[in-house]
């Protein structure tokens, strides 16, 4: 329940912000499938944000319930 998985091509650097644009997490994911903790954080919606080595970047969002 307090875990999500994250699929990226190139180790990454992940960062989890609020709505508020409070950076809450950031941490360095390698390339492949990582489960990430939330169990830290209250129900809400959130912002991973992902930055590739190569320098792409992606935003998605995450409900937690």
């Known amino acids: 329940q307090g875990f999500t998985k994250i699929t990226v091509n190139e180790n990454s650097k992940l ?4 709505l508020q644009g409070k950076l809450l997490k950031s941490t360095t994911i390698k390339n492949g499938t ?5 169990s830290n954080l209250n129900s ?3 912002l991973v944000h992902l930055e590739g ?3 792409s970047v992606t935003t998605k ?3 937690k319930q």
């Open 44 to 46: 809400g919606i959130y």
């Open 53 to 55: 080595k190569s320098g």
């Open 15 to 18: 960062s989890i912000y609020n």
């Open 34 to 38: 990582s489960r990430i903790n939330l």
């Open 61 to 63: 969002k995450i409900i």
